[in-house]
């Protein structure tokens, strides 16, 4: 981190920066806001200088044809950390967050989601001209060889532990041919490879794209698929068809396809995809414990069931083992997979009971932070609410007072898991109930959310909200 601040002091000239954690990826980069009461950039410690070197350059590429990613600042000189533009705190994922729990998406929510496939088409064509692609990582190309990595993972890592019985030959076959077809065709654009709405970011009401370190040259079809059809977005099919229909639309300066051979083609993709995706969520739940990946596979099977009410004659024996797949239950839960119960609640009516019957957790008091409630205008509101947000933000204190609680919670939550116990509790209390113990269980239940993908249970006692973090 110290090598963070030099890097700010050397671009912008000295200054008391201050820098706040930000929840992890799924790679092993860790972000932190940096801010000296005026200016924010977002600063960045990679372990892999080749990956870093790949999103920076492609960032100045496309920075430089005016397609809308963060402006890379600065770099050290052996890659491992640099400063990019702070795009805020709002990505499209957390814009679309109710219609994602409803299945029902507002038509604002639609047309956001519109607009970012929209902007797509811009970074796979333009984006291609004049790329240097022996940068791209781990490889330049969407190959033969990705694909069989892909596959092979859906094998192993989720047919295997799933418990489906097969047959290794005709299995192969099949992949082969399905390998084929998905390489034949114009692959000469930019692949994103991760496309989706966690990596899009919403500022002014406008899509701003990142994490694309992992693009290389490829086929248009693959960035739709992971779009469109991300495991847990739930986007009904009229929506999908209107998102579909937004790419096609913004694909025609670029290249003249016919909408009917796009969509089949498409549908290869999305099968390849959503067995990519499987393979992603039975690894990552069955081997590395994480239960959110594990919470993923019905999502995913969902996408599965859909595209196979047409089935794929040219790859009958994965037809075959795909239908019984899909009408085998997912894996279930390990018994010990941990929940974290985040409560906000009031000194006044006393601390939240432990439902476990463990005991243990953390009660932390956030009264010593200037109070939002002794001002009228903020009475009406919560913790939840942007006034309040923007008010204990402006100060600084709460920050202060989370990267404590993160740096006390989160080795306890590492060790839970580790140990395969199921229940943490962790509650915040404040006078009311009302703003500063609301804004700071918010806070941990996200960090807690993005960083371990663990389940989430939030709870504000004093505005009956309990929900489950999506």
């Given at each position: 981190?110290?090598?963070?601040?030099?890097?700010?002091?050397?671009?912008?000239?000295?200054?008391?920066?201050?820098?706040?954690?930000?929840?992890?990826?799924?790679?092993?980069?860790?972000?932190?806001?940096?801010?000296?009461?005026?200016?924010?950039?977002?600063?960045?410690?990679?372990?892999?200088?080749?990956?870093?070197?790949?999103?920076?350059?492609?960032?100045?590429?496309?920075?430089?044809?005016?397609?809308?990613?963060?402006?890379?600042?600065?770099?050290?000189?052996?890659?491992l950390c640099y400063l990019q533009e702070d795009l805020g705190r709002t990505s499209l994922y957390d814009r679309v967050a109710e219609g994602r729990k409803t299945g029902s998406y507002s038509e604002?929510?639609?047309?956001?989601?519109?607009?970012?496939?929209?902007?797509?088409?811009?970074?796979?064509?333009?984006?291609?001209?004049?790329?240097?692609?022996?940068?791209?990582?781990?490889?330049?190309?969407?190959?033969?060889?990705?694909?069989?990595?892909?596959?092979?993972?859906?094998?192993?890592?989720?047919?295997?532990?799933?418990?489906?019985?097969?047959?290794?030959?005709?299995?192969?076959?099949?992949?082969?041919?399905?390998?084929?077809?998905?390489?034949?065709?114009?692959?000469?654009?930019?692949?994103?490879?991760?496309?989706?709405?966690?990596?899009?970011?919403?500022?002014?009401?406008?899509?701003?794209?990142?994490?694309?370190?992992?693009?290389?040259?490829?086929?248009?079809?693959?960035?739709?698929?992971?779009?469109?059809?991300?495991?847990?977005?739930?986007?009904?099919?009229?929506?999908?068809?209107?998102?579909?229909?937004?790419?096609?639309?913004?694909?025609?300066?670029?290249?003249?396809?016919?909408?009917?051979?796009?969509?089949?083609?498409?549908?290869?993709?999305?099968?390849?995809?959503?067995?990519?995706?499987?393979?992603?969520?039975?690894?990552?739940?069955?081997?590395?414990?994480?239960?959110?990946?594990?919470?993923?596979?019905?999502?995913?099977?969902?996408?599965?069931?859909?595209?196979?009410?047409?089935?794929?004659?040219?790859?009958?024996?994965?037809?075959?083992?795909?239908?019984?797949?899909?009408?085998?239950?997912?894996?279930?839960?390990?018994?010990?997979?941990?929940?974290?119960?985040?409560?906000?609640?009031?000194?006044?009516?006393?601390?939240?009971?432990?439902?476990?019957?463990?005991?243990?957790?953390?009660?932390?008091?956030?009264?010593?932070?200037?109070?939002?409630?002794?001002?009228?205008?903020?009475?009406?509101?919560?913790?939840?609410?942007?006034?309040?947000?923007?008010?204990?933000?402006?100060?600084?204190?709460?920050?202060?007072?989370?990267?404590?609680?993160?740096?006390?919670?989160?080795?306890?939550?590492?060790?839970?898991?580790?140990?395969?116990?199921?229940?943490?509790?962790?509650?915040?209390?404040?006078?009311?109930?009302?703003?500063?113990?609301?804004?700071?269980?918010?806070?941990?239940?996200?960090?807690?959310?993005?960083?371990?993908?663990?389940?989430?249970?939030?709870?504000?006692?004093?505005?009956?909200?309990?929900?489950?973090?999506?």
């Amino acid at each position: 981190m110290e090598r963070l601040l030099r890097l700010y002091e050397d671009c912008f000239g000295p200054g008391a920066a201050q820098m706040e954690p930000l929840p992890g990826s799924g790679s092993h980069r860790r972000y932190f806001r940096l801010t000296d009461g005026g200016r924010t950039v977002i600063g960045v410690i990679g372990t892999d200088p080749e990956e870093n070197r790949a999103f920076v350059t492609e960032a100045r590429h496309f920075r430089g044809k005016g397609i809308p990613v963060p402006e890379i600042y600065a770099v050290t000189g052996d890659g491992l950390c640099y400063l990019q533009e702070d795009l805020g705190r709002t990505s499209l994922y957390d814009r679309v967050a109710e219609g994602r729990k409803t299945g029902s998406y507002s038509e604002s929510e639609a047309q956001l989601l519109c607009k970012a496939i929209a902007g797509l088409p811009r970074i796979q064509f333009e984006g291609a001209q004049g790329l240097d692609f022996n940068v791209c990582y781990p490889d330049t190309a969407f190959n033969a060889r990705m694909v069989d990595f892909d596959l092979n993972y859906f094998k192993y890592c989720y047919l295997k532990t799933a418990g489906i019985e097969f047959k290794e030959i005709p299995l192969q076959d099949d992949f082969d041919r399905l390998r084929a077809d998905l390489l034949a065709g114009p692959s000469d654009t930019f692949l994103y490879r991760d496309f989706q709405a966690r990596n899009v970011m919403v500022r002014d009401g406008e899509p701003w794209y990142i994490d694309f370190q992992g693009g290389r040259k490829g086929p248009v079809w693959y960035d739709v698929a992971s779009f469109v059809y991300q495991a847990r977005a739930r986007y009904p099919q009229a929506l999908k068809e209107r998102l579909i229909h937004s790419y096609l639309e913004a694909l025609a300066p670029y290249a003249r396809t016919d909408g009917a051979a796009f969509r089949e083609k498409l549908r290869l993709f999305v099968l390849f995809r959503t067995l990519q995706v499987l393979g992603a969520y039975g690894y990552r739940g069955k081997f590395e414990k994480k239960t959110y990946f594990l919470e993923s596979i019905p999502y995913a099977m969902e996408n599965l069931r859909e595209i196979l009410e047409q089935p794929f004659d040219r790859y009958p024996y994965l037809d075959a083992v795909l239908r019984e797949m899909a009408a085998t239950p997912a894996p279930p839960l390990e018994s010990g997979a941990l929940e974290v119960q985040v409560c906000s609640f009031s000194f006044r009516k006393g601390i939240p009971e432990d439902p476990s019957g463990h005991g243990g957790g953390y009660v932390f008091d956030c009264r010593g932070m200037h109070n939002p409630g002794r001002y009228e205008q903020y009475r009406q509101s919560t913790g939840r609410d942007r006034d309040v947000i923007d008010f204990l933000e402006s100060r600084g204190e709460v920050q202060r007072f989370l990267d404590h609680v993160f740096g006390l919670v989160d080795p306890h939550v590492e060790r839970y898991i580790r140990r395969g116990f199921n229940h943490l509790q962790v509650s915040f209390g404040c006078t009311g109930g009302q703003h500063r113990s609301v804004y700071c269980a918010e806070a941990l239940a996200r960090h807690l959310h993005e960083k371990f993908r663990i389940r989430v249970r939030l709870i504000h006692q004093e505005q009956d909200i309990d929900l489950i973090l999506p």
